[in-house]
T-cell receptor, first 117, second 113 residues
Framework: AQKITQTQPGMFVQEKEAVTLDCTYD???????LFWYKQPSSGEMIFLIY??????QNATEGRYSLNFQKARKSANLVISASQLGDSAMYFC??????????????FGTGTRLQVTL | DTEVTQTPKHLVMGMTNKKSLKCEQH?????MYWYKQKAKKPPELMFV???????INESVPSRFSPECPNSSLLNLHLHALQPEDSALYLC????????????FGPGTRLTVT
């Protein structure tokens, strides 16, 4: 069984500063994918960034980067130059192959990020 | 366009009612998902459809009945729900059911009275 752990229930960051949200995972499957999603108070889950287990380089998407350390089983999200609109809940998630035709996405408990002036 | 739409946005229903939630995507995705999210908790997978066939049912009670009439549309039929079923119901889609990113709709906030 796979497991995702986010140990920071809440984080504060000042506007324009960088922040790192932690995520560790546990799986015995060699093929998996790691995702970060943002959920504002409106409820919609917004896809931010993806890292595949075989990817050699850390994923980046604009102000988001993923610090992937496979041996430590960690996939931390780094947000650079924080903006007020970044205030939201952030979920780390992992997909493993579930059957031959489907896979399952499991989420961590989330980190609530508050960006302050 | 990475849009998944869901209707209605809000739904209040009694325990004896029958209602349906609707989800639609026009991105050519072949996998669609229903998740349930309680307040301050992560989403929990309910069902996965791959190529219009039910691939995963996470032991969801039969009062929730999914349906995938075509590759763009996903419904969740609700009948005889309990107050504890009140939650945000999220629909998602992905290119395939493999390790692809999922795109979520805005959700339907369901209250069972």
């Amino acid at each position: 069984a796979q497991k995702i752990t986010q140990t920071q229930p809440g984080m504060f960051v000042q506007e324009k500063e960088a922040v790192t949200l932690d995520c560790t995972y546990d799986t015995s499957d060699p093929s998996y994918g790691l995702f970060w999603y943002k959920q504002p108070s409106s409820g919609e889950m917004i896809f931010l960034i993806y890292q595949g287990s075989y990817d050699q380089q850390n994923a980046t998407e604009g102000r988001y980067s993923l610090n992937f350390q496979k041996a430590r089983k960690s996939a931390n999200l780094v947000i650079s130059a924080s903006q007020l609109g970044d205030s939201a809940m952030y979920f780390c998630a992992m997909r493993e192959v579930y059957t031959g035709t489907a896979s399952k996405l499991t989420f961590g408990t989330g980190t609530r990020l508050q960006v302050t002036l | 366009d990475t849009e998944v739409t869901q209707t209605p946005k809000h739904l209040v229903m009694g325990m004896t009612n029958k209602k349906s939630l609707k989800c639609e995507q026009h991105m050519g995705h072949r996998a669609m998902y229903w998740y349930k999210q309680k307040a301050k908790k992560p989403p929990e997978l309910m069902f996965v459809y791959s190529y219009e066939k039910l691939s995963i049912n996470e032991s969801v009670p039969s009062r929730f009945s999914p349906e995938c009439p075509n590759s763009s549309l996903l419904n969740l039929h609700l009948h005889a729900l309990q107050p504890e079923d009140s939650a945000l119901y999220l629909c998602a889609s992905s290119l395939g059911a493999g390790v692809y990113e999922q795109y979520f709709g805005p959700g339907t906030r369901l209250t069972v009275t």
